[in-house]
């Protein structure tokens, strides 16, 4: 780059060089003549821009011959400026040129880079713009003739996101980059060095942390379907029996989330049947016969029953079924199910099918509308809650405690799960189960409601209780047991025992979950 840049300024100095001396020949070539209208270097000057840039006024014409020989070889330079210029213009508008001077304008502005167009991109890019009224939105290839331009402003630039934060110049927010390929991290080009730049990076895949470095972070396009099925569709106080049709990685993620935040009471007795490969599955999580009964229906508490049959033998399961979650990783094999189950069965419950594509009468959940959006993808507030659940929990104990930014994966996590079953606190809080939506208006009815019932030693005590069975199943999950000291190489703590066991202070650590509701009204 340097050596061409040398190569530049050295063809433009020699270029300076000999038209300097082309119009100070024509001066002395023509000043001496009687008959000459150039009687002046500046003359000479103005002769030469006239005819270079090809006005030719006429005001002075060169009456020597070596004038006249001067006078061509503007001439043929003049043809020749007109096509560099014109090329040079055709080519600005048409190759980078033009979009980086549109960015050099907007620098102030929120910048989001794609590193490629898709469909799940697009969704994304199209949920960011109706949200953000100052975001530039930027995908990193050139557009293909092909393509059907997006219904919102937006640039397509072959460039890598080094390029684009060098042009921004650290001016206004932090550049966002988005990688929406799954695992494209490790194979696309434009994910080289990332982390040493000064972006925040969202990296699409389906497996492994939700942070890789600092300002690298993952997400699961699974678990955002996950989450937003259970908080559109949350868990009824009536519903017993549950079905789940296909466990690969949408299945995996729907009973996570249901293990994480379904719970709406410390007496319930839900009963999850799953059908579909759990081997794994069950092999990873070999604690959760401690939370849960599994392969057996329970009176007393929630029930995890893997079937290795056929869905299609159970009809009497799925009459008496509540609700019906159709989710195979293959959406024609879900749209089979689906028709297969209304055509031949007897269902009374509900028939909840995972689809991106929309039919009048069928409730389909997981489209990419519903997945790709801003607070989904960049999860802004959940975090949000989860670090103020984070500060009320540091400010309620004794102990020493860590920061949000000290904490690791693991423990961002369980507070993130915190903040996930807000919606089904405020539910429980208000005897609502309509309610879908958190907004500040009934955070702050259900705080009011918070606030006037835990005078009530035992609504206190049942707020807790519900808040610790959620941290233990949260726990559970991953493995962790009881132990009497923590210690988190041995995945040990020692409030993994029933609620009863634990003492005052750990029994009042419950209420941060519950007080947060409080932040958002103050908010």
């Known amino acids: 780059m340097k050596r061409r ?107 989001y880079y794609f590193a490629d167009y898709g469909a799940e991109a697009n969704t994304l890019a199209a949920n960011i713009y109706k949200e953000d009224t100052d975001a530039v939105i930027i995908y990193g290839e050139k557009r293909d003739e092909q393509m059907e331009f997006p219904d919102y402003p937006c640039l397509f630039i072959s460039a890598s996101p080094a390029r684009i934060v060098a042009c921004k110049k650290n001016i206004g927010s932090r550049c966002k980059v988005f990688l929406m390929k799954e695992n494209d991290i490790g194979e696309n080009s434009r994910a080289i060095d990332l982390h040493k730049l000064p972006v925040d990076v969202y990296a699409r895949t389906t497996n492994g942390d939700d942070h890789l470095s600092g300002n690298i972070n993952f997400f699961h396009s699974y678990d955002c379907c996950a989450r937003q099925y259970w908080r559109s569709r949350a868990l009824c106080s009536y519903e017993n029996t549950i079905v789940l049709i296909g466990f690969g990685n949408y299945g995996r993620f729907i009973l996570e989330r ?46 995890l029953i893997f079937h290795d049959g056929l869905w299609e033998n159970c009809h009497g399961l799925l009459e008496r079924a509540d609700r019906i979650i159709i989710c195979p990783d293959d959406e024609p094999e879900g749209w089979n199910i689906f028709w297969r189950l209304h055509r031949y069965y007897k269902i009374h419950g509900q028939v909840h099918l995972h689809s991106n594509r929309k039919a009048p009468g069928v409730a389909y959940f997981g489209t990419n509308e519903e997945i790709y959006t801003p607070n989904q993808i960049m999860r802004t507030a959940l975090n949000k809650a989860a670090i103020m659940i984070n500060e009320i929990f540091c400010r309620s104990v004794s102990y020493p405690t860590l920061s949000w930014d000290e904490l690791d994966d693991f423990h961002r996590e369980s507070k993130i799960t915190a903040a996930d079953h807000l919606l089904m606190k405020i539910r429980i809080l208000l005897e609502d189960e309509k309610i879908t939506d958190f907004t500040a208006d009934v955070a702050e009815k259900a705080y009011q409601k918070y606030c006037e019932t835990k005078s009530d030693r035992s609504v206190q005590d049942r707020y807790r209780r519900l808040d610790h069975l959620r941290w233990l199943r949260f726990y559970t999950y991953y493995n962790w047991s009881y132990g009497p000291f923590r210690n988190d190489a041995e995945r040990q703590h020692p409030m993994l025992c029933p609620y009863d066991e634990l003492n005052e202070e750990q029994k009042r650590e419950r209420d941060a979950a519950w007080e947060i509701l409080g932040s958002f009204v103050q908010t």
């Open 5 to 111: 840049k040398r190569i530049f300024l050295y063809m433009t100095a020699i270029l300076m060089l000999f038209y300097t001396g082309l119009v100070t020949l024509l001066y002395f070539s023509e000043y001496t003549s009687n008959s000459a209208t150039i009687h002046t270097f500046g003359d000479a000057f103005w002769y030469s821009l006239v005819t270079l840039t090809t006005v030719g006024y006429g005001d002075l014409t060169p009456v020597t011959p070596m004038g006249h020989v001067i006078g061509v070889v503007f001439l043929f330079m003049s043809a020749g400026m007109m096509v560099t210029l014109f090329g040079a213009a055709v080519s600005f508008v048409t190759s980078e040129g033009l979009p980086f001077l549109m960015l050099r304008f907007q620098r102030k502005k929120n910048w």
């Open 258 to 303: 249901a293990i994480m935040t379904n719970i709406i009471s410390v007496d319930q007795h839900v009963a999850y049947h799953i059908f579909g490969d759990a081997e794994e599955f069950l092999a990873m999580h070999d604690h959760l016969h401690e939370m849960f009964s599994i392969g057996e229906e329970s009176q007393t508490t929630d029930s």
